[in-house]
């Protein structure tokens, strides 16, 4: 697809939940997440590279990254972190733009918790925010995953502070109502998406 829609929002926001209301719609999606696992999947050359540079203790006995071994290690050497990041983000980013570029739809959400603090924004020709208070953050990331209250709020203290992000978002979708109040934001959305994507094809 030659439009593209980078859709992000805090942790617990309703990303997932938004993405999938288009996806009804037709439209294909392109998730940073899932790109992120497949860069580092069993046998990939991501993987490879990490056991190469840190030691076979970073695969687990059938031959998947370990995950909290790999967390360790960056959590102590710093420097590590951006040795991973300047492996995979490249990867990850022409992965992207291969899937990105197959899309067939009339246009494509790139959905991307980390949008804007990854400068993965420029990829898109506009973006989507996710809209949810921190309070409503926290409980439904609660709820959802079984963790703590401060686990949650360290991840919401990582990411861009929800002004940031309102700040630089070309449209919002308020998802502190009931999920059934997403339908008809979505599809006012979706036939906007429909005609900037004819014009700017045309
Ligand atoms: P993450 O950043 O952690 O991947 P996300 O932004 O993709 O999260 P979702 O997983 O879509 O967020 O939503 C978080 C949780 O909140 C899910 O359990 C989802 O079912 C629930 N949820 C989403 N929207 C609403 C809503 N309007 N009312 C109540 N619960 C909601």
């Given at each position: 697809a030659n439009f593209i829609i980078g859709l992000t929002g805090g942790i617990g926001s309703g990303k997932t939940t938004v993405a999938n209301l288009f996806a009804e719609q037709g439209i294909v999606l392109v998730d940073a997440d899932i790109i992120a696992r497949e860069v580092v999947a069993k046998g990939s050359d991501g993987l490879k590279q990490i056991g190469d540079k840190?030691?076979?203790?970073?695969?687990?006995?059938?031959?998947?990254?370990d995950r909290a071994a790999l967390r360790e290690q960056i959590f102590h050497h710093p420097q590590d972190r951006e040795w991973l990041n300047a492996l995979l983000h490249p990867m990850i980013r022409t992965r992207m733009l291969e899937q990105l570029e197959m899309a067939a739809s009339p246009y494509v959400i790139m959905v991307v918790p980390l949008l804007f603090e990854n400068g993965?924004?420029?990829?898109?020709?506009r973006t989507l925010v996710v809209d949810i208070s921190p309070k409503l953050q926290l409980q439904r990331t609660i709820e959802r995953d079984m963790v703590s209250k401060e686990q949650v709020q360290n991840i919401i203290n990582s990411q861009s502070d929800r002004q940031s992000r309102l700040d630089k978002a070309d449209d919002v979708i308020?998802?502190?109502?009931?999920?059934?109040?997403l339908q008809a934001q979505v599809l006012a959305l979706h036939n906007k998406y429909l005609q900037l994507a004819d014009i700017k094809n045309s």
């Amino acid at each position: 697809a030659n439009f593209i829609i980078g859709l992000t929002g805090g942790i617990g926001s309703g990303k997932t939940t938004v993405a999938n209301l288009f996806a009804e719609q037709g439209i294909v999606l392109v998730d940073a997440d899932i790109i992120a696992r497949e860069v580092v999947a069993k046998g990939s050359d991501g993987l490879k590279q990490i056991g190469d540079k840190f030691g076979p203790q970073m695969l687990t006995p059938d031959g998947c990254l370990d995950r909290a071994a790999l967390r360790e290690q960056i959590f102590h050497h710093p420097q590590d972190r951006e040795w991973l990041n300047a492996l995979l983000h490249p990867m990850i980013r022409t992965r992207m733009l291969e899937q990105l570029e197959m899309a067939a739809s009339p246009y494509v959400i790139m959905v991307v918790p980390l949008l804007f603090e990854n400068g993965l924004d420029k990829l898109a020709d506009r973006t989507l925010v996710v809209d949810i208070s921190p309070k409503l953050q926290l409980q439904r990331t609660i709820e959802r995953d079984m963790v703590s209250k401060e686990q949650v709020q360290n991840i919401i203290n990582s990411q861009s502070d929800r002004q940031s992000r309102l700040d630089k978002a070309d449209d919002v979708i308020d998802n502190q109502g009931e999920i059934d109040a997403l339908q008809a934001q979505v599809l006012a959305l979706h036939n906007k998406y429909l005609q900037l994507a004819d014009i700017k094809n045309s």
